[in-house]
């Protein structure tokens, strides 16, 4: 069965950082790539990070500079390492993988940790 399991929420002044991690399993980790999206209240879900299997890494632009995605294919992990956060940055934040299931791309989405920038 394919998990994800987000994790590292938090409470957190700004200024401040908290990294999130997701844990897979059920799947080759290795193969695919991986996003981190956000939904905060009222609004839709948008694209905060991914990295692909090569390595490369791609930001949107309002957490460029501040967040790093990075994964460890010895452990099914990807981590958002997220700094300088501002009150802006509150959301829940999901990490998505599309896997290759049943012949189609199939969508899979972590639980979402809560994130919450004081200002």
């Known amino acids: 069965e394919v998990q994800l399991q987000a994790a590292g929420g938090g409470l957190v002044q700004a200024g401040g950082s908290l990294r999130l991690s997701c844990a897979a399993s059920?799947?080759?980790?290795?193969?695919?790539?991986v996003g981190w999206f956000r939904q905060a209240p009222g609004k839709e879900r948008e694209g905060v990070s991914c990295?692909?299997?090569?390595?490369?890494?791609y930001y949107a632009d309002s957490v460029k500079g501040r967040f790093t995605i990075s994964r460890d294919n010895a452990k099914n992990t990807v981590y958002l390492q997220m700094n300088s956060l501002k009150p802006e940055d509150t959301a829940v934040y999901y990490c998505?993988?599309?896997?290759?299931?049943?012949?189609?791309?199939?969508?899979?989405w972590g639980q979402g940790t809560q994130v919450t920038v004081s200002s």
């Open positions: 990295i692909i299997t090569d390595g490369s890494t």
């Open positions: 059920g799947f080759s980790f290795d193969d695919y790539a």
């Open positions: 998505n993988m599309d896997i290759w299931r049943f012949g189609t791309w199939v969508p899979y």
